[in-house]
């Protein structure tokens, strides 16, 4: 079945430093969305990625899907404290199905 | 705000109990998920519905089972609970379209001994 890879795994990173995840696929994705999971929380959905090259903006956050849809990427400028958490890309399977990276676990040093 | 509810925040079961994890949401979504989540593995699917009696096996059925009787409740039975059960599991919610984000309950940390 499809599959979403997603790395790194984990990341530290200073306060004030950027941040990268990134997600890729085999094969083209139909859409990408992106959640976030805080520490001892639950996942809780950014945004959602369905055109070719798309790129998306939330603040520090920016959200792009690649030309062939095949990757995706989360970007945060100048981290905070408050940025903590792990990181998911999902991505439609078949039917109903939403496929999940296993994450990207962010933490931030004050 | 759409809420997911998950009846516990806590669980502890022991091994060859029968376990019913509850959800309940309030915004008439048509699908509702069950996932577990453990560390290294991310979130597996082990069953969906999107509609009333209609349920569907996701990648990780085995040992689990579902029960949609009413739109808004969507229940996960461990039929006989063995410790590999032991999980966070997470209930979500979509509308009807593809193009929605998911809704997630707080979770249910299950500990079966």
């Known amino acids: 079945g499809q599959q979403v890879m997603q790395i790194p795994q984990y990341q530290h990173v200073q306060e004030g430093e950027d941040f990268t995840t990134y997600c890729n696929s085999s094969?083209?994705?139909?859409?990408i969305q992106w959640y976030k999971q805080r520490p001892g929380g639950h996942p809780v959905f950014l945004i959602q990625?369905?055109?070719?090259?798309e790129v998306k903006k939330q603040k520090r956050l920016t959200f792009q899907f690649g030309e062939a849809k095949k990757n995706s990427s989360l970007h945060i400028t100048a981290t905070q404290t408050t940025d903590v958490g792990t990181y998911f890309c999902?991505?439609?399977?078949?039917?109903?199905?939403?496929?999940f990276g296993k994450g990207t676990k962010l933490t931030v040093n004050p | 705000d759409v809420k997911v509810t998950q009846s516990s925040r806590y669980l502890v079961k022991r091994t060859g109990e029968k376990v019913f994890l509850e959800c309940v949401q309030d915004?008439?979504?048509?699908?509702m998920f069950w996932y577990r989540q453990d560390p290294g593995l991310g979130l597996r699917l082990i069953y969906f519905?999107?509609?009333?009696?209609?349920?569907e096996k996701g990648d990780i059925p085995e040992g689990y089972s579902v029960s949609r009787e009413k739109k808004e409740r969507f229940s996960l039975i461990l039929e006989s609970a063995s410790t590999n059960q032991t999980s966070m599991y997470l209930c979500?919610?979509?509308?009807?379209?593809?193009?929605?984000?998911?809704?997630f309950g707080s979770g249910t940390r299950l500990t079966v001994v």
């Open positions: 094969t083209t994705l139909s859409n």
């Open positions: 979500a919610t979509r509308r009807g379209s593809l193009y929605y984000g998911y809704t």
């Open positions: 915004m008439d979504h048509e699908n």
């Open positions: 999902a991505s439609q399977g078949g039917s109903e199905k939403l496929v």
């Open positions: 519905s999107y509609d009333v009696k209609m349920k």
């Open positions: 990625l369905v055109k070719s090259g």
